[in-house]
């Protein structure tokens, strides 16, 4: 044993490892089997941040320790009790200037002719801004997921509030159109029972027109037909309750011709120059 001991601290030996480990580009560290660091290249200098003079003989665990230094999951310790050929973990190590350092550390032993273990090679790979990007980018996933909730709160919140503007607007256009029957018309009835012929005319326009309040009729030949003028439309209403050009001119204080080319005009627009559709037909299934 004192031969190998020998050996191990032969200063040709040691100057030799030192030059191997300056030549590797990773990031390395030996230790003894007492936890003792007594090899180290630049890489491991500068990962942990300790002044040069300062790493040799020391313990590993005092020189970039970690939350699993001197604990069951320690690897030098699964190497040196357990028997362990080779450990990998991920493992969170702490700089000299407090920085927490994010590796996957790779340890193996290395053993005497004897089988014993005389020390373990750690290298050390920082993964710390790879680990950061992942936690970013589980962040990120989180935040839209719940962006991704919250719009769909908002947009079930805002459909119930346009059932609740559809529901009232149903209310509203059933109490204007309970008003019109209960109240208004009642009241043109009894007027037009006691008008003369044309006056009776115009009050049955009038009573046909607070029809329409609640008729979609308007609305709906507005919104197929937007190139019809507010007079054709004026002009449509007239026809779909049944009234002849010639009764159309007087209530609108025009001549029967300028109502015949109105008729024209609006069956073209309606796309009915072409057909023998009747327009008085068409517009009261409209």
């Known amino acids: 044993m004192a031969e190998g001991n020998a050996q191990e601290n032969d200063p040709r030996l040691l100057i030799a490892a030192r030059q191997i480990l300056e030549i590797v580009t ?3 560290r030996v230790i003894d089997s007492d936890y003792n660091i007594r090899q ?13 003079d300062r790493i040799d003989g020391r313990k590993c665990y005092e020189v970039f320790g970690g939350h699993n230094c001197r604990s069951n999951q ?3 310790r699964n190497i040196i009790e357990l028997g362990s050929a080779r450990v990998e973990q991920e493992v969170v190590k702490t700089a000299l200037d407090g920085r927490h350092v994010v590796c996957r550390l790779t340890t193996i032993p290395y053993r005497r002719e004897n089988g014993s273990v005389a020390g ?15 936690q970013n980018i589980k962040l990120a996933k989180q935040t839209i997921e719940t962006n991704q909730k919250a719009l769909e ?9 346009l059932s609740q503007i559809e529901n009232e607007k149903r209310r509203f256009a059933h109490n204007i159109q309970r008003n019109v029957d209960r109240i208004i018309l009642p009241l043109v009835v009894s007027v037009k029972d006691r008008a003369d012929p044309l006056d009776s005319k115009r009050i049955s326009l ?3 027109q607070l029809s329409d309040i609640v008729d979609p009729f308007v609305s709906s030949l507005e919104n197929r037909f937007s190139n019809l003028t507010p007079r054709e439309i004026q002009i449509c209403n007239l026809i779909r309750q049944g009234l002849s050009s010639k009764e159309v001119a007087q209530l609108l ?3 029967v011709g300028t109502v015949e080319q109105q008729r024209k005009k609006i069956r073209k627009k309606l796309g009915l120059s072409s057909t023998g559709a009747n327009l008085t037909s068409f517009l009261s299934t409209t």
């Open 26 to 28: 990773t990031t390395i």
């Open 40 to 52: 180290w290249n630049a890489p491991f200098a500068k990962l942990c941040g300790w002044p040069t």
């Open 74 to 76: 320690c690897p030098v």
């Open 120 to 134: 373990i090679i750690e290298e050390f790979v920082e993964i710390t801004t790879v680990t950061q990007l992942e």
């Open 153 to 161: 709160a908002k947009d079930s919140a805002l459909k119930e509030i």
């Open 206 to 208: 009038i009573e046909n």
């Open 253 to 255: 204080h025009t001549s």
